[in-house]
């Protein structure tokens, strides 16, 4: 798990320095549009609608931008229809890869991402043939700065956390799907800043991988998360920390 959880790490980071760029916003503004449509407009009575807009403010999404995907996905004006899609495939190294998309169009998208895996040494799966080796969890990354692991642990802990887990800068909190946003919530209130949190595919097996097969296992990761109708990518590698340094 260690290299999936640094790239993870890096992955925020990179966010963070590109919060920005107008992709991001779009990425951001689409999951707020899916999750007003699913379960109504009011934050408070549609959790993936709260998380989705607390993850836009962290990234300094404008609140005016926020309000109108809220209305998009409403039908308070108008605005595309996206749906979900998950893809499933293998990189470089038989890597397993899962693909989350926010998309208009899925004869484009599939298209797309079948010619980015190519490309890239690997190969988009059937449905059901990777998934097998993921589960979803809570995961809540809070800088070490922030707070002593042992002050964290009573807070998580108490609240109804799996775990957690240090890695260099970051805490990792892993919590059940029933019992993230009460995690979440109880770091809220103790004033516990949070890096990023959301609910994630994680590994339960991995892959290790190195050399010239890791590099390209990364440019596929890479070029899968800059796609437009891509929201998340999750893989089942492990690579050696000096690869992963390049990409810091």
Same mark, same amino acid.
């Given at each position: 798990m260690a290299g999936h959880s640094k790239w993870h790490n890096i992955r925020i980071r990179k966010s963070k320095?590109?919060?920005?760029?107008?992709?991001l916003f779009t990425k951001l503004a689409r999951e707020i549009m899916v999750a007003a449509r699913q379960g109504g407009g009011n934050p408070d009575a549609n959790a993936r609608l709260r998380l989705a807009i607390e993850k836009a403010r962290e990234n300094y999404m404008p609140a005016d931008n926020i309000k109108r995907a809220i209305q998009k996905g409403t039908g308070e004006i108008e605005g595309a229809q996206f749906e979900e899609v998950t893809y499933e495939g293998y990189g470089p190294g038989g890597v397993a890869i899962m693909v989350e998309c926010l998309t208009d169009n899925r004869n484009r998208t599939v298209a797309e991402l079948r010619h980015l895996?190519?490309?890239? =040494? =690997?190969? !988009?799966? $059937?449905? =059901?043939? #990777?998934?097998?080796?993921?589960?979803?969890? =809570? +995961?809540?990354? +809070?800088?070490?700065e922030a707070i002593s692991e042992e002050t964290l642990l009573d807070i998580t802990l108490e609240a109804g956390a799996e775990d957690v887990q240090t890695e260099e800068e970051f805490y990792r909190v892993i919590t059940a799907v029933e019992d993230f946003h009460r995690v979440r919530e109880a770091l809220v209130e103790a004033g516990v800043p949070i890096a990023e949190a959301?609910? $994630? !595919?994680?590994?339960?097996?991995?892959?290790? #991988? @190195?050399? @010239?097969?890791?590099?390209?296992?990364?440019? !596929?990761? $890479?070029?899968? @998360?800059?796609?437009?109708? #891509?929201q998340n990518v999750y893989a089942n590698f492990d690579i050696p920390d000096e690869v992963l340094a390049t990409l810091s």
């Open positions: 320095q590109d919060a920005m760029r107008s992709k895996f190519s490309k890239h =040494g =690997g190969n !988009l799966g $059937e449905s =059901g043939s #990777v998934a097998w080796q993921f589960k979803r969890q =809570g +995961v809540i990354t +809070v800088p070490t959301q609910l $994630e !595919l994680t590994p339960t097996t991995t892959v290790r #991988v @190195e050399g @010239e097969t890791a590099s390209k296992l990364m440019r !596929l990761m $890479e070029v899968l @998360e800059d796609h437009d109708d #891509v």
